[in-house]
C-alpha cells in the first residue's frame, strides 16, 4: 500500500477534520436526544439509532489516522516522538478524569483515549499493510479474549473515572482495559485501523472512493451476519437466557440491543460475538463501526478532493478543535444550561460548527489543542 506523502498540500487534513465534525455532531446527538421513544422501531428513537455507537468509534478511528499524521517523521527520531506521544496521552487523560467529576451524565471518553493513545508506540513505525492485519486480527481475537477474562470476574458497576478512581489503580486499569465504557482491549482496533489509513495517500479521490466503498461493505457484511445469526430461534433463545443480561423475551432483549450495552457484551454464551449492538464490543460489533467509520472519512476525503471551490475548511473547523468543543460540550451538560433534547441538539450543533468556522477563518487553534500541542512541542527531536 502507498505511505502517505509529506509534501501535499492541506485538502486531506480538511477531509479528516470534516469526518471529525461529522463524529462531533454524532456525539452531540448521542447525548442529547432521547433514546426512548415507544412508536419507533424497537422503542428507539432513529437518530439514536444512527450514531450510538458509530460516532465515537469514528472518533477513535480518526485518533488512528491523527497520529499516523502527526508521526510521518517517526524515522528520524522514534524516541522523541514517542515521548511526545506520551505527554499527549497523559495530558488528554488527566482532561478526561477532571471532566469525569462534573455531573454531566454522560460517559466522558477522554481517560480511555489517553491509554488507547498508547497502544501505537509499538507501532509507530509499521506500514499500511501491517497495521490493517493487526487491525483485522485484534478484531476477531480481542472480543473472544476479553469474554474469556471477564467470565472469571465478578461484575462491577460500570464508573467515568475521575480523580476519586486513582486511589483504586487495579480497578481502574481493569476499567479502562477490560471492563469500561470503551475498553482499550477491544478499542484497539479502531485505533489501528485508524493508523492504516493514515498511511494512505487520502489525496486520491480514487482512495477515498475505496474506502467509502469498502467501509460500506464490511458494515453492511457485519450487520447482515448479525441479522441471520439473531433470527435462529435457537440462538435468541441462549441470549434471552444469558443471566448477566436477563430479559423477559426477545422483544425486550433487541430493545436492550438497540439502545446499546456500554462497553462489553455479556459472557454467557459465544453467540453475543456474533450480535450487532452499540458499544458491545463484539466481533460484528467491531466490524461494523469500522466500516461506518471508512465511510464516513472516504466520503469527507474524497467530497474534498472532487469539489475544492466549496468552503470544506468552514465546516471542518469544529473537526480541527474537537478537542475543546467535546470539553465545552460535556462543561455545558454539567450547568444549568445542560438541557437535553432536539431544540439542544441544534443549539449545540450550531454553536459548534459556527464557533469551528470562526477559528478556521482566523486560522487560530481551539485552546485545548494549542495548550496540548504547545506542551507536546517542548519535547525535543533530534534532526
Not at 125 to 141: D, E, I, N
Not at 194 to 219: F, T, W
Request: with cysteine; hydrophobic share 55%; proline share 7%.
Amino acid at each position: 500500500m502507498t505511505t502517505t506523502p509529506t509534501n501535499r498540500p492541506t485538502a486531506r487534513v480538511v477531509g479528516v477534520d470534516l469526518a471529525r465534525t461529522v463524529a462531533l455532531l454524532g456525539m452531540f446527538a448521542a447525548h442529547l436526544v432521547s433514546p426512548v421513544e415507544p412508536g419507533a422501531p424497537g422503542g428507539v428513537d432513529p437518530l439514536f439509532q444512527v450514531v450510538a455507537g458509530r460516532s465515537s468509534a469514528l472518533f477513535a478511528v480518526l485518533a488512528g489516522v491523527g497520529i499516523a499524521l502527526s508521526t510521518r517523521s517517526v524515522g528520524s527520531d522514534p524516541a522523541g516522538t514517542r515521548w511526545r506521544l506520551l505527554v499527549r496521552a497523559a495530558m488528554v487523560a488527566a482532561l478526561g478524569i477532571w471532566l469525569g467529576a462534573l455531573p454531566s451524565g454522560i460517559a466522558v471518553i477522554l481517560t480511555f483515549y489517553g491509554l488507547l493513545f498508547c497502544c501505537a508506540l509499538p507501532v509507530l513505525r509499521w506500514r499500511a499493510r501491517s497495521l490493517a492485519l493487526l487491525a483485522v486480527g485484534w478484531g476477531v481475537l480481542s472480543p473472544i479474549l476479553s469474554m474469556l477474562v471477564r467470565r472469571e470476574l465478578d461484575p462491577v458497576a460500570k464508573i467515568v473515572p475521575t480523580f476519586v478512581h486513582l486511589a483504586e489503580p487495579v480497578l481502574l486499569l481493569q476499567e479502562l482495559v477490560l471492563t469500561g465504557y470503551y475498553p482499550v482491549l477491544t478499542w484497539a482496533t479502531y485505533l489501528w485501523a485508524g493508523m492504516a489509513i493514515g498511511r494512505l495517500d487520502l489525496h486520491r479521490a480514487q482512495v477515498g472512493r475505496r474506502l467509502a466503498v469498502g467501509g460500506a461493505g464490511l458494515a453492511a457484511l457485519a450487520l447482515a451476519v448479525s441479522v441471520l445469526l439473531t433470527a435462529r430461534p435457537a440462538v435468541r433463545a441462549a441470549l434471552v437466557a444469558d443471566p448477566r443480561r436477563p430479559a423477559a423475551d426477545w422483544a425486550e432483549l433487541d430493545n436492550q440491543l438497540r439502545l446499546g450495552l456500554f462497553g462489553t457484551q455479556p459472557t454467557g454464551t459465544p453467540w453475543w460475538l456474533g450480535v450487532w449492538s452499540p458499544h458491545s464490543g463484539t466481533i460484528v460489533d467491531l466490524a461494523h463501526t469500522t466500516g461506518t467509520a471508512m465511510l464516513v472519512l472516504g466520503l469527507a476525503t474524497w467530497v474534498v478532493r472532487t469539489l475544492p471551490a466549496l468552503p470544506w475548511h468552514l465546516l471542518a473547523g469544529a473537526g480541527a478543535m474537537t478537542l475543546t468543543l467535546y470539553a465545552t460540550h460535556v462543561v455545558v451538560l454539567s450547568s444549568p444550561l445542560g438541557v437535553r433534547g432536539g431544540g439542544a441538539l441544534v443549539v449545540h450543533a450550531v454553536v459548534a460548527v459556527g464557533v469551528g468556522a470562526a477559528f478556521a477563518l482566523s486560522s487560530a487553534r481551539g485552546p485545548l489543542e494549542q495548550l496540548v500541542g504547545g506542551t507536546t512541542r517542548l519535547v525535543p527531536l533530534r534532526r
